[in-house]
């Protein structure tokens, strides 16, 4: 009897706790649904309707001097030192060794101390600048942007590795801020503020991070379609753009904004960090922003926005610019993409079949007609999973 007893009330126990896990489950996606739909509808509501940032000029613009970023010294509060720097990068190779007028593209990619393995492939793939020059005539100069690494009893190994592969490489480009997921808005200042001081000249600055595959014959043939019409490569900031997106307001999330740091409903637009070019002038004019811009918020692709709103620039959307997706595996898809994201294992076979020149030959109608099809099943049915937009089918 006594042990019966004992059996049903486990039993009551576990069922009980069975209920009351469910039931929290429920509330707190409830709650996860209603905050989510909630803001982002606030937020469509603000960017479509109302459509007025102005605050952002008077909220972030700094106004003490202690605050202003001093440019030319590394006294300045906000500045940075260099551990790692090569400032001749852009003088090199190419037609015009002095000036280096001819650097068509000045290519950053974001990457981490520890992440020797994806910039080596990249170094082997879409990073090659020989590539580029030799196959399509064009002068890029690709350089890794980093910081330190966090852990402090790594980072004198990590840092003489670093300091060899540069020897080997000469490509890395290093400040000394932690690089953490929270200072990405110091690397977003490093890298206009380098390509301000070493590379004025080059006609178009492209960020990426290190697990995007950019399709770099494809870049090359958009960026020479734009430098050959008269406005094209000016006023220029291209990429997979986020419109009305709402700050991030769940406590535990990565992306989390608290209100203190940005109290309105909705950011103003900007490009995906994952990979998105700027036109020279644009580069100039983020660069003057982030002199005299509050930079406290540190999701930089936001931070971007805010600075490109306050200069009056507004990003424009290419649909082969991916966000988060990766692209899928298809010729027809490999002709047209331009950035893909979350590639690590296989940069190197994908840019083999990217690049493959079997690619580019002409396909005659009913090939096209066949690459139209194929693009529609592969981006625009709901059960793949996207990258680009079903748009792109049809571009
Ligand atoms: C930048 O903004 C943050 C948050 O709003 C504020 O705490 C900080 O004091 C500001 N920095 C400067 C230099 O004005
Ligand atoms: C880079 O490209 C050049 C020219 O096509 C080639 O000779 C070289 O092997 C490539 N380098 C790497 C690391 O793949
Ligand atoms: C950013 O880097 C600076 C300089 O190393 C460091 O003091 C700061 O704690 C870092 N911030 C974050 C959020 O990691
Ligand atoms: C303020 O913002 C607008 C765009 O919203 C911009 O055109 C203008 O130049 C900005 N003014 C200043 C002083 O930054």
Redesign the pocket.
Known sequence: MFINFRRIHKCQCVQLLTAILVLGMVVVCWEDLDHHVVSHMRSYTYRYLINSYDFLNSSFTLTSNRGLRKDSSNSGIWEYSYLINHPDKCQEGGADEKTGEDVLLLLFVKSSPENFEQRQAI??TWG?E??VW??LRENVKVVFALGMHPDVRQQSRVQAALLQEDQAYRDLIQQDFVDTFHNLTAKLIMQFHWGHKYCPNAHFLMSADDDIFVHVPNLMKYLRQLMSTQSGSKDLWVGHVHRGSPPNRRKYSKYHVPYELYPWPSYPDYTAGAGYVVSGDVADKIYRATLVLNSSIYIDDVFMGICAKAMGVSPQEHVYFSGEGKAPYHPCIYDRMITSHGHAIDMRPLWQAATDPTVYSSRGSIGDLYCTAVRVLQLCLPYFQQTYSCKAAFA
């Open positions: 170094r082997d090659n020989s590539f030799s196959e």
